[in-house]
């Protein structure tokens, strides 16, 4: 009963708990939407996908679905589903990812009575380069930034086409950067602190496992596999040229007639009013700022400045990808490039706690050892008693056969429950034991006198069951349980049960709510980390000193004697004090 009570009951209702379940399944998944033809990207990417790319620079709008801000797959999909996803629900494969990065490197500066030149040394040179002082927006600039792409258009101020740079340089692009305080005083568009380098970028096609939120598309996780991947190059699938086209010049290569946002010039200067850059600024200028992770003075660096402009080309090639992706269809059959993927759920779920399972578990077992122990125990111990009377036709069995008994409950027709009930009020019985001549024992009902309480006259004849006169009925027999040394143990063990809650509450509130447990492990620290003191050959006279000081402060500190050890009262310094002397060691 203990053990169901105690043990059973509380922690049957803390076996199951609210917890989170993931559930897994593999499953084929397919590509839903593939890249348009590369003769319609032309007039499919427009300038709006850079207003797309000037939400999430400046203001942190949330990137197109599979997309990240430095790659972009094509969108894939379960073959099989059967409902809509849930927002716990995601999706992992691999994928071809696409990304892009830059390759910078310083470029060749020389001063010309006309201006500057620029080159790369490979063949590609700008030369009579003028930045003219009423480019400083009447001085009041800090910084001057500048993103010199290559095709010219006359929404551009600067063009590296040229017979200088022919069109096997198309991709590249010169990034500049120069702090108006270094502006020389007899030659304001020459600058002693400027920093120039001519960058190429590298479309990359990569194979990873790509993981993403199934209601919206949002990449959650994107791990490269190392493998080469299946497709073919980017510029197969995607037209590299009319993208730097398109973030070089800030409009389209062809006018054709579209939508009004989708062909307007993207302005960033509101944006850029507080970084004091000398205008005009082109939009990847804006772009760089917006993603660079440092200040505009730390760009005077040649990897800062590449970092910042790769971020930039990084944002807008993966914003470009997922604007020209266009579905297949909603049909299954028609997903590209099926593989097998992991789809996973989390879900609010109904959970086991398995240590109480176990203790529940054991608690059983241990209910059911017992059971059977007293059980056997039971039927194995000696009984005084012929019979078990646990039923009312156990009784019936006794009475029926006595002719007296039955005399008492005769009814003429007149008898009635009040009469029953006086005329039974005077009587008493006993049982008796009796024996037949075959040496059967068995039970029998017999009144008493009336009044008196004698035992009646038996008159039974020689052949006739006798009455076992001597036989010690009628002496009690007390179980081991009952004894007054089971009682006294059962209460012994419930009392110190009750202490042993009572102390650790105790403790508990004593500590500031801290555990035993933890009280103990903190101990153990203490004795470690003195004995590791003791055994340190680096300095064997003082590490003695220095552990039992620890000890003595640690102690002082977790008894409660003092928050601070700045501020101490009197009766703590003398206490701890003669604590910490009677521990100090010297090994001098």
């Not at 600039?141 to 040229?162: F, K, M, Q, T």
């Not at 035993?516 to 004995?531: C, E, M, Q, S």
């Amino acid at each position: 009963m203990l053990l169901v009570f105690w043990v059973l009951t509380p922690l049957q209702s803390s076996i199951f708990n609210t917890g989170i379940a993931t559930r897994s399944i593999t499953e084929d998944i397919g590509t839903s939407s593939v890249l348009v033809p590369l003769e319609e990207q032309t007039s499919a990417l427009n300038t709006n996908f850079m207003n797309t790319g000037y939400g999430i620079s400046w203001l942190k709008q949330k990137l197109p679905p599979f997309t990240t801000a430095d790659s972009a797959t094509l969108p894939f999909r379960p073959i099989k589903e059967s409902k809509p996803p849930t927002v716990t629900e995601t999706w992992s494969t691999i994928a071809d990812t696409y990304s892009t990065t830059l390759n910078c490197t310083p470029a060749e500066v020389s001063l010309e009575p006309l201006g500057y030149t620029f080159s790369d040394g490979k063949g590609c040179s700008i030369s009579e380069f003028s930045m003219a002082e009423s480019y400083t927006s009447a001085g009041a600039a800090d910084y001057l930034v500048i993103y010199v792409g290559y095709y010219d258009n006359p929404h551009s101020d600067w063009a590296l086409a040229n017979p200088n740079c022919t069109a096997g340089h198309s991709s590249n692009f010169l990034a500049l950067w120069a702090s108006m305080a270094s502006s020389i005083p007899d030659r304001p568009s020459y600058y002693s602190n400027l920093t120039a380098v001519f960058c190429q970028p590298t479309y990359h096609t990569t194979q990873s496992r790509v993981t993403v939120n199934a209601s919206d598309g949002a990449v959650l996780n994107v791990i490269p596999t190392g493998l080469v991947s299946q497709a073919g190059g980017v510029g197969s699938v995607f037209n590299t040229s009319n993208f730097e086209y398109l973030i070089g010049t800030g409009i389209q290569s062809e006018d054709a007639r579209s939508n009004y946002p989708d062909t307007i010039l993207l302005e960033q200067y509101p944006q850029l009013t507080r970084y004091n850059l000398a205008w005009p600024v082109s939009n990847m200028v804006g772009f760089a700022v917006s993603l660079n992770p440092s200040t505009v003075a730390d760009l005077s660096s040649t990897a800062n400045l590449q970092r910042a402009f790769e971020k930039a080309h990084q944002l807008l090639f993966a914003v470009a990808v997922s604007t020209l992706t266009t579905s297949v269809g909603l049909n299954s059959t028609a997903l590209k490039n099926v593989r097998t993927g992991l789809r996973r759920d989390t879900l609010g779920a109904i959970v086991m706690v398995r240590t109480i399972s176990i203790i529940v578990e054991v608690a059983l077992v241990l209910v059911i050892v017992t059971t059977i122990s007293l059980w056997w125990a039971s039927y194995h111990r000696r009984s005084n008693l012929i019979g078990d009377i646990a039923s009312t036709a156990d009784v019936m069995s006794v009475v029926s056969e006595e002719i007296a008994l039955s005399e008492e409950f005769g009814d003429d027709g007149t008898l009635t429950e009040d009469m029953l009930k006086r005329k039974l009020s005077t009587r008493k019985y006993f049982l008796r034991l009796l024996e037949d001549v075959s040496g059967k024992n068995r039970l029998q009902l017999s009144p008493k006198s009336h009044g008196t309480g004698e035992l009646p006259s038996t008159g039974i004849a020689e052949d006739e069951p006798y009455y076992l006169q001597n036989r010690e009925m009628f002496r009690p027999v007390l179980p081991r349980e009952l004894q007054t040394s089971a009682g006294i143990t059962l209460i012994a063990v419930i009392v110190g049960s009750l202490a042993t809650l009572v102390f650790l509450k105790f403790w508990s509130t004593k500590q500031n709510g801290d555990s035993l447990r933890n009280a103990l492990v903190n101990l153990k620290t203490d004795i470690n980390r003195v004995n590791i003191t003791f055994h340190q050959p680096d300095n064997p006279i003082y590490s003695g000193k220095l552990s039992a000081y620890h000890v003595c402060h640690t102690t002082r500190a977790r008894m409660g004697y003092s928050q601070s050890p700045a501020m101490p009262s009197t009766a703590t310094r003398r206490s701890t004090k003669r604590q910490c002397t009677s521990k100090h060691i010297d090994r001098q």
